[in-house]
């Protein structure tokens, strides 16, 4: 019985040793039959990869799954590599193409400039457009001046182009996507003085450049270490004095000593930049002034430099808006309005200062007038007046008080006989009274399930029947 096992054992090792020496003898004939000898071959994760020499005893690399390699597939191989050796000056040795399933990629290593060229299609059958035309884009690269790349990939997606530029410096890493499957014929050219721009900007460090281009947009993101810069301008390709003003904002932001962004937006038209900048840091002489900046600021460019975004000090919020001329100024105009809010808003608010100035020309017609009739008595009668109007005011001061104090008894008496059920007593907290008529003074518009929502967030308790009855009681407000 075991003599019988050993000898079925046998036979099997034979027959597949056989099997498979008799199918790599099949796999090379097939490249045999196209003039081309299989060298050698390892095998991968994927497959096999094979070491081939043309009859003219120029060598390329194949890595792919056997199946994958059909009779079309081998002739689009042949047809590739001896139009990349009619295209490049390149040793044999550096072609090497890989296939995975729909996806068919060319790795170059070009001999002269020491540059890496990879090609992916999505696809089996690389189309012979696609060499001639990478060596022009790559030709049109080499002429770029202030950029030598190391790396180019290239990715055609079957609805977008995408080019990945790693230059010699290793940093930036450009990455360029392109709303179209082919590559526009004026990208290089398009995209040289968009990137020496950024390269170029003094107090910017990136890591990282995308362009996403779309039929009537480019966005730029540039990616640095702890911020990000995103610049949206609304046509495929910028024109030099748009980039000019994006990079004079950047500029601005980016050299400011005493803070930090983390990102900053830029919108560019075509005679206008707006701006977006959240903060990372701002402080000032051992201050931190970034807790009273809670929406970030807002400039824009047009002629000249502005900004408007809101500050706030204690109960107050403040809108910060003028023209821009330097960072000492502008942080000279925040802390005056987180120091003496009231008074920022009489200073730079114009309608007070002219309120004021009309109760001055008023006052001085009156006074004038008087003199004119007689300057003693006037004066006699003003001393007079003046003293019976302060104990007048004293008095309603006090009378006024009393009835404040009468009034605030009354209503709240009333709202707590309003809001008492069938339990007992409803009385409400004057506190949270208090809150809901500073909350509806600084927006009358609130609705009940707004101001609701609002004390919740300040964890103050508050039925909606409660805030229903203060607006219906002190604003005449009887909406639900």
Do not use: C
Not at 214 to 223: C, F, H, P, V, Y
Not at 309 to 338: C, D, H, M, P
Not at 367 to 372: A, D, F, I, Q
């Amino acid at each position: 019985m075991m003599k019988k096992t050993l000898i079925f054992l046998f036979v099997l090792v034979v027959s597949l040793i056989f099997f498979f020496t008799l199918s790599e003898t099949l796999f090379a004939f097939e490249w045999i039959e196209r003039g081309v000898t299989v060298k050698s071959e390892e095998p991968t994760d994927s497959g096999v990869r094979l070491f081939l020499e043309d009859q003219t005893l120029r060598t390329f690399v194949v890595e792919a799954n056997q199946e994958l390699l059909t009779d079309p597939v081998k002739e689009n191989i042949l047809v590739t590599f001896t139009q990349v050796l009619e295209t490049y000056n390149l040793p044999t040795s550096n072609i090497e193409f890989k296939l995975k399933p729909d996806i068919f990629k060319l790795t170059l290593v070009l001999s002269e400039t020491n540059q890496t060229v990879g090609i992916t299609y999505h696809g089996l059958q690389f189309p012979d457009t696609i060499v001639p035309t990478i060596s022009a884009l790559l030709n049109e690269f080499n002429a770029w001046e202030g950029l030598q790349i190391k790396t180019l990939q290239i990715v055609y997606h079957p609805s977008e182009f995408q080019l990945i530029i790693a230059p010699e410096t290793e940093v930036p890493l450009i990455d360029v996507k392109l709303a179209s499957p082919q590559p526009d014929k004026k990208l290089v050219a398009e995209l040289a003085p968009l990137y020496n721009q950024i390269a170029g900007w003094e107090q910017v460090k990136p890591d990282l450049i995308e362009l996403f281009i779309g039929k009537d947009k480019l966005q730029a993101n540039i990616e640095e270490e702890s911020r990000a810069t995103q610049i949206a301008f609304h046509r495929a390709y910028p024109t030099a004095s748009e980039v000019k003003r994006a990079s004079r904002m950047v500029g601005i932001f980016s050299s400011w000593k005493n803070s930090k962004f983390k990102k900053l937006l830029l919108n560019v038209k075509s005679n206008t930049v707006d701006s977006v900048i959240a903060l990372a840091e701002f402080k000032h002489k051992g201050k931190d002034l970034l807790p009273h900046i809670p929406a970030g600021m807002n400039f824009w460019l047009d002629d000249k430099i502005h900004f408007n975004f809101r500050v706030s000090s204690g109960k107050y919020f403040v809108e910060l808006k003028n023209e821009y001329t330097n960072e000492e100024k502008l942080i000279w105009q925040l802390s005056e309005a987180i120091k003496d809010p009231i008074l920022y808003i009489q200073i730079h608010d114009p309608d007070y200062f002219y309120r004021q100035l009309e109760g001055l020309r008023n006052r001085q017609a009156e006074v004038y007038s008087e003199m004119l009739a007689s300057m003693q008595e006037a004066n006699e009668k003003l001393k007079q007046t003046y003293d019976e109007l302060l104990t007048r005011h004293k008095k309603l001061e006090n009378s006024y008080e009393n009835l404040r104090l009468a009034h605030e008894t009354f209503l709240h008496a009333y709202l707590t006989l309003e809001n008492s059920g069938f339990l007992g007593s409803g009385e409400i907290d004057k506190n949270t009274i208090a809150r809901i008529l500073v909350l509806k003074a600084e927006n009358i518009d609130l609705t009940v399930k707004e101001m609701e929502k609002l004390l919740e967030e300040e964890q103050i308790k508050a039925s909606s029947k409660v805030i229903h009855l203060i607006y219906s009681v002190y604003f005449n407000d009887f909406r639900e």
